[in-house]
């Protein structure tokens, strides 16, 4: 069985609240899950103390037995200092598109006659 450590979605339209669950990977976001290990409230500031509650030693006794945590909870698990926090440079993703290199090839012919002269 896959085990995932990730966020279950809870609360009405526009007011979400997560619950962070043990769950086999293949059972829906929202339905089944083995355990309940801690929640997050994304509608509190950043520094509020209430906006993640987690039990880290459910978490790395669910890591020891093999589960993997989602992107978003492995980032809690970062900060938490269990896990390594992932590394992702993608350099291709910051280059100017096509029109944004035209457009500054554009201006650097422009310009290049203003400074000639």
Do not use: C
């Not at 339209?13 to 990977?25: L, N, T």
């Not at 200092?81 to 422009?110: C, D, M, S, T």
């Amino acid at each position: 069985m896959a085990l995932k450590i990730r966020l279950a979605r809870g609360g009405t339209k526009k007011r979400p609240h997560y619950a962070i669950v043990i769950a086999d990977s293949r059972s829906p976001r929202d339905g089944r899950f083995i355990e309940k290990i801690g929640f997050y409230n994304p509608l509190l500031p950043k520094d509020h103390a209430d906006r993640i509650k987690l039990d880290v030693e459910k978490a790395k006794e669910w890591l020891k037995k093999g589960a993997t945590a989602s992107d978003r909870v492995h980032r809690f698990l970062a900060n938490a200092g269990v896990l390594k926090p992932l590394v992702r440079n993608n350099p291709e993703k910051a280059k100017p598109k096509k029109k944004a290199q035209e457009r500054a090839a554009a201006a650097a012919k422009a310009a290049a006659p203003a400074d000639a002269s």
